[in-house]
């Protein structure tokens, strides 16, 4: 019984961490749209925004702040951009 209660905390605390690599990355996407110039610029700019505003949303629900939310929204935009 203690370790199906185990198991599923340990599921738990890694459902978070699938989320970011649900799709592929911006670069990514951006090639596989074959996208160049001033499309692909724009492009990227928006799903970099989009990516922070993801990354600030999640900072927030684990309730990080200062240097800790910082870092966090730095690292996860940038592992979203690719």
Not at 69 to 75: E, G, L, M, P, V
Request: with cysteine.
């Amino acid at each position: 019984m203690r370790l199906v209660v185990l198991c599923s905390f340990a599921v738990a605390a890694l459902m978070p961490l699938a989320s970011f690599a649900e799709g592929p990355s911006c670069n990514a996407s951006a090639a596989e749209k074959k996208l160049a110039g001033a499309a692909k610029t724009s492009f990227l700019k928006k799903c970099e925004r989009d990516a922070a505003t993801a990354c600030t949303t999640t900072a927030a629900d684990k309730k990080l702040a200062g240097a800790a939310k910082n870092s966090f929204t730095k690292k996860c935009t940038r592992d979203a951009v690719g």
